[in-house]
């Protein structure tokens, strides 16, 4: 079955510190992943895509076919990523969304 | 910049009661999609539109939940009766679609928060 995983409910770094949110993922076949964020107070929006490989907001994620992983990453986290941050994967043009991570970035 | 708009914001209702939220998606997005998000939890999809027709509904409730988007435009969902069980956060997001953009990129609105009593 189809299933994504974000081990950690709450994750607290202070300012400055690498952050990495952890995914995992169930899926058979190539996976199309994805990261979305939800700011306080604002609606849910995409951060960013595997298959584009880009960085938004000094934010990156490496899918590792391996270990089904797509790991979010920063190295220096700065006190606005405070947001709650799902993963996502794509089966078949819908999204199946993991439980969120909270990141609360302490300065 | 347009949004997914969605209403109520907020909805109180006592069970056995009936309720619906509506959505209207950004201009030009041929493919809908309802989610149900528990406190707690991350979104869940009910049911996905494309245009007017449905594409994806096996995770909705059909003996309490509807959806309807008669003119491939607005959406409405439905619960009748409600159940204590049905609180949680209704989110609507739209979606140019795949074959037309070449993204998956879906757009969230800012979702009904519904407590049934």
């Known amino acids: 079955a189809q299933r994504v995983t974000q081990p950690e409910k709450l994750l607290s770094v202070f300012k400055g510190a690498p952050v990495e949110l952890k995914c995992n993922y169930s899926?058979?076949?190539?996976?199309?992943l994805f990261w979305y964020v939800q700011y306080s107070r604002q609606r849910l929006q995409l951060l960013l895509r595997?298959?584009s490989r880009e960085s938004i907001k000094g934010f990156t994620a490496d899918l590792n076919k391996g270990e089904t992983s797509f790991h979010l990453k920063k190295p220096f986290a700065q006190e606005e990523d405070s947001a709650m941050y799902y993963c996502?994967?794509?089966?078949?043009?819908?999204?199946?969304f993991g439980s969120g991570t909270r990141l609360l970035v302490r300065p | 910049e347009a949004e997914v708009a969605q209403s109520p914001r907020y909805k109180i209702t006592e069970k056995s009661q009936a309720v619906a939220f509506w959505c209207d998606p950004i201009?030009?997005?041929?493919?809908l999609y309802w989610y149900r998000q528990i406190l707690g939890q991350g979104p869940e999809l009910l049911v996905q539109?494309?245009?007017?027709?449905?594409?994806?509904d096996s995770q909705l409730p059909k003996d309490r939940f509807s959806a309807e988007r008669l003119k491939g435009v607005d959406s409405t969902l439905k619960i009748q009766p409600a159940e204590l069980g049905d609180s949680a956060m209704y989110l609507c997001?739209?979606?140019?679609?795949?074959?037309?953009?070449?993204?998956?990129?879906?757009?969230f609105g800012p979702g009904t928060r519904l407590t049934v009593t």
């Open positions: 997001a739209s979606s140019l679609g795949f074959w037309t953009s070449g993204t998956y990129e879906q757009y």
């Open positions: 899926y058979s076949g190539s996976p199309e």
């Open positions: 595997h298959i």
């Open positions: 996502a994967l794509d089966s078949s043009y819908k999204l199946i």
């Open positions: 201009s030009g997005h041929a493919t």
């Open positions: 539109f494309q245009d007017e027709s449905v594409v994806d």
